[in-house]
């Protein structure tokens, strides 16, 4: 068996090898909860300990499989720490009160920002104004989860600019503006399902602050509607159009932008804006041992995905998001495109199904919202709110969130559209 066959490779795996990927999920959920100072102090390390193993045995047994996850890597990174450095360099200042109302509406425009930002840049620029429109609640962190819901994943599925697996589909040429035409009801009836699940969930929590006391008044004058930063509005338009780029110029393009952004943005906006580097830094760490102990859970989904028996819409949507809620999202849905690829069908674009292929493309992008770790922008979303003071629940605390909102959700488009 050639060492650099993924199939080959995929199939001599032992269902074992995805170990260390389970023990780092497990660290992620557990840790905080029940060590989180050790958690804080060490966490770079236990990556290490499950990520390092892995990399050294394909290192030696298939370093080309290692070597694609190291770029990958590497331009995902360059992505993300591109769009976080230069959203964080614009500040949205003005008066916001976080009404149910208001929120509601930073949401919707989350939603439609993030298929032309992506959903890292449109959660970025957001993130913050959100946070200090509610600084005066005493019930906040839920507003904070439905963000993450609607403008880190579900609101980035119109465009493959939106989210990285859509991106990756264009590149395998599913046309620029299928995923418009084809997941524009669907995104609209799972934009405004949540957000209204939403809105009845933060009228109710206003009306609890309400029977605790009277939220701080902040006495200062209103403050209008301005955008501080402006510089780098052209530096996200360089990022944008740098999706469209080859290896290694769009990587180099991303990154010039971030350093360009990182030197002339005046350093009041940052520090009006609370700027700090540690989320990138939290998520780059925690995305390394994630992408190093992931290689054996997609090459073993690769080889023997088939034996899933995955043959509907339904199937494909579920499956997909499934695995997109724990895996990174990009490569999953280009395991299950190649899946889709070989079940055939009439009305195929970039030769899989057109329904196939809309399944696999909501649960990869829908789904990434189930956990703290199925997008990237999650993790720096939760970590930015904590910084702000927000407490955020724990791993699975999230889940019990998202599973109660998302799941009957997603169990509700299913049978509408699958």
Known sequence: MPPHDPAALGLSLPLWSVFP???????????????????????????????????????????????????????????????????????????????????????????????????????????????RANAHRHRKAHVVIFFIFVVANIGGALTPIGDPPLFLGYLRGVPFFWTLRAMGLLWAAAVGLVIGVFYLADRRAFALDAAAGPAPVNAEARVPLSIEGKINIPLLLVVIGAVFLPTPWRETAMAAAAVVSAWKTPAKVREENEFTWYPIEEVAILFAGIFATMIPALLILKARGAELGVATPAHFFWATGALSSFLDNAPTYLTFFSLAQGVGGAQTVAGVSAPLLQAISAGAVFMGANSYIGNAPNFMVKAIAEEAGVRMPSFFGYMAWSCGILLPIFGLLTLIFF
């Open 21 to 131: 990927f389970a023990g780092l999920l497990l660290s992620i959920a557990l840790l905080p909860l029940f060590a989180p100072s050790l958690w804080v102090r060490h966490y770079a390390k236990v990556c290490l300990a499950f990520g390092v193993p892995v990399a050294g045995y394909f290192l030696l047994r298939a370093p080309a499989e290692l070597l694609h996850t190291v770029l990958e890597y590497v331009s995902f990174l360059i992505l993300l720490a591109s769009l976080f450095t230069i959203s964080g360099g614009i500040l949205l200042r003005g008066t916001l009160r976080g009404s149910a109302g208001v929120n509601c509406a930073i949401l919707a425009v989350g939603a439609l920002l993030a298929n032309v930002l992506g959903t890292t840049g449109a959660s970025m620029l957001l993130v913050r104004p959100l946070l």
